[in-house]
């Protein structure tokens, strides 16, 4: 069906002339962060996940850096209608150690748009997310324009600090609690899916703080000066692209583009690239990245470099429950002055990945039936595998049978 190619394509290009906005709080980088960009990609990887990650960035030696931890836990539930998952996420950022701390939980739902064992398949998938968080700051660590002097600084003639008339609002630099919901969508399918070199892609668009799912007594502001002003609304527009070229002594390797645009309020945020994977065992990729602060009337860019390696844990091919393993590191590389002000952004995630699902098992369902998604890989796609004609990425392919 050449003309969904083309479709896909024409998404790619449109979203990449959007205005770019903002990045996501959580993670640089889409790869293994899928569903905290869009919540439908809750539950896509075909196995119950555990996933821990530590981001850090813009540090300096007289300066504290931004720094970000997450904990995801997601479940494929291929008995059921729906996958789901939970997250905890803290950031501190900057001198005052502005720290955010958000939890909260999300669902999916895919939606077959094809007939089973059709050469090409897709899925819609719907996803919401609903998220719990407050933000504190400690002012006394922040330098106020009222307290710098001309001449001497931030000291007096007489060597005393400056005071400054900043009143901290009756939080105490502690925000209200907050919710804000999120809302997705994403078109996962595959192209020549009964062929060595197929095709897969993944398409989607999310808002997240989303205004109009909250109530007018509900409270969305994380102001910590005692405003009410809302929490701004995210965009999120992303294309992944997995095309295998090559099958070399039973294994795969593939190309796998990858465009992610974000908008929110005067912010910007482009990540752009591609990586070569080697049959689910590694991947290296480079990727551009752009944000736009539009009040700063300049672009702040730079690249990365992602390396993921993995692997099924060792045990008998007849073994009723897999297992697995992923890494992923990434380092940037800095432009022009940038380079020489800041520490390069770098982050590293570890994923644990089992082929049972244990909602399912607790359901009465069979450990080797549906309850079971290592054992569904089984498929003459390397990079997919089903469920009640719903579509996965196939992480438990190990090699050519």
């Known amino acids: 069906m050449p003309d969904l190619k083309l479709i896909f394509l024409a998404v790619l290009c449109t979203v990449g002339t959007v205005v770019l906005q903002a990045q996501t709080n959580g993670a640089q980088h889409f790869n293994n962060n899928e569903s905290a960009f869009n919540p439908a990609f809750t539950?896509?990887?075909g196995a119950v996940r555990l996933s821990v990650s530590d981001r850090s960035q813009w540090g300096a030696a007289t300066a504290a850096e931004y720094s970000a931890r997450t904990f995801t836990y997601e479940e494929t539930m291929p008995c059921f209608f729906l996958d789901y998952g939970f997250f905890f996420h803290e950031r501190t950022e900057g001198e005052g150690q502005l720290k955010t701390t958000e939890f909260g939980g999300r669902v999916a739902a895919a939606f077959p748009l094809s007939r089973k064992r059709a050469s090409n398949q897709y899925n819609l998938r719907i996803g919401f997310?609903?998220?719990?968080?407050?933000?504190?700051?400690?002012?006394?660590?922040?330098?106020?324009?009222d307290q710098l002097n001309p001449f001497f600084g931030l000291n007096d003639a007489d060597g005393n600090a400056n005071p400054t008339g900043f009143q901290p609002s009756s939080g105490g630099g502690l925000s209200p609690r907050y919710t804000t919901p999120s809302l997705g969508f994403a078109l996962k399918g595959g192209l020549n899916l009964q062929k060595t070199r197929s095709t897969t892609f993944d398409v989607g668009v999310s808002v997240h703080?989303?205004?109009?799912?909250v109530g007018p007594d509900s409270r969305q502001t994380a102001s910590l000066l005692g405003l009410d002003n809302a929490l701004g609304e995210r965009w999120v527009f992303s294309g992944v692209l997995d095309h295998v070229f090559a099958k070399v002594n039973g294994r795969y390797w593939s190309v796998r583009p990858l465009l992610l645009v974000q908008q929110q309020a005067g912010l910007g945020y482009l990540?752009?690239?591609a990586g070569v994977s080697w049959n689910k065992n590694m991947l290296v990729g480079a990727?551009?990245?752009?944000?736009?602060?539009?009040s700063a009337g300049a672009n702040v860019n730079w690249t990365s470099l992602q390396v993921e390696v993995?692997?099924?844990?060792?045990?008998?091919?007849?073994?009723?429950?897999k297992s697995r393993i992923?890494?992923?590191l990434s380092y940037s590389f800095q432009y022009g002055r940038l380079k020489n002000t800041v520490r390069p952004p770098l982050e590293l995630t570890a994923t644990f990945s089992f082929g049972t699902s244990g909602a399912c098992a607790l359901l009465g369902y069979d450990v080797d039936g549906e309850a079971n998604m290592a054992r569904k890989s089984g498929t003459s796609c390397h990079n997919f595998t089903s469920a009640r004609n719903r579509l996965y990425d196939n992480i438990w392919y190990r090699d050519a049978r």
């Open 129 to 145: 997310g609903l998220t719990a968080g407050q933000r504190s700051i400690n002012f006394g660590d922040l330098t106020f324009l």
């Open 43 to 45: 539950g896509k990887k």
């Open 310 to 321: 993995g692997s099924i844990l060792p045990g008998p091919r007849t073994q009723r429950q």
């Open 326 to 328: 992923d890494l992923a």
């Open 271 to 273: 990540e752009a690239g």
């Open 287 to 294: 990727y551009y990245h752009q944000a736009n602060p539009q």
């Open 209 to 213: 703080n989303l205004g109009f799912l």
